[in-house]
């Protein structure tokens, strides 16, 4: 069984930064995809970047500049640092993994961005 763990989530001003963690426990040999989303109250989850296993990165256009994923192969953990944030960047941010064995989802972080 796996299990994904976010942490890092809280409460920013505008134009401030954040960090958010994900880390998977439990049998794992190998990560396809690292992947964050976030979704708004009343929105449809989005995705927000992706890391694949090759280490090529894809990103939502409007954070693109300002957020940047990263991963740890060894401890089996992703990160998405988020700079300059924006009151639109307000929600919850989820991280996935995507197993040879099937996707994996994490209970999600919230993250506010107001004054």
């Known amino acids: 069984q796996v299990r994904l763990v976010e942490s890092g989530g809280g409460l920013v001003q505008p134009g401030g930064s954040l960090r958010l963690s994900c880390s998977a426990s439990g049998t794992i040999y190998s990560v396809n995809q690292w992947a964050w989303y976030r979704q708004a109250p009343g929105r449809e989850r989005e995705l927000v970047a992706r890391?694949?296993?090759?280490?090529?990165?894809d990103y939502l256009d409007s954070v693109k500049g300002r957020f940047t994923i990263s991963r740890d192969i060894r401890k089996s953990t992703v990160a998405l640092r988020m700079n300059s944030v924006k009151p639109e960047d307000t929600a919850t941010y989820y991280c996935?993994?995507?197993?040879?064995?099937?996707?994996?989802w994490g209970q999600g972080t919230q993250v506010t961005v107001s004054s």
């Open positions: 890391i694949f296993g090759g280490g090529g990165t």
């Open positions: 996935l993994a995507v197993l040879r064995g099937g996707n994996y």
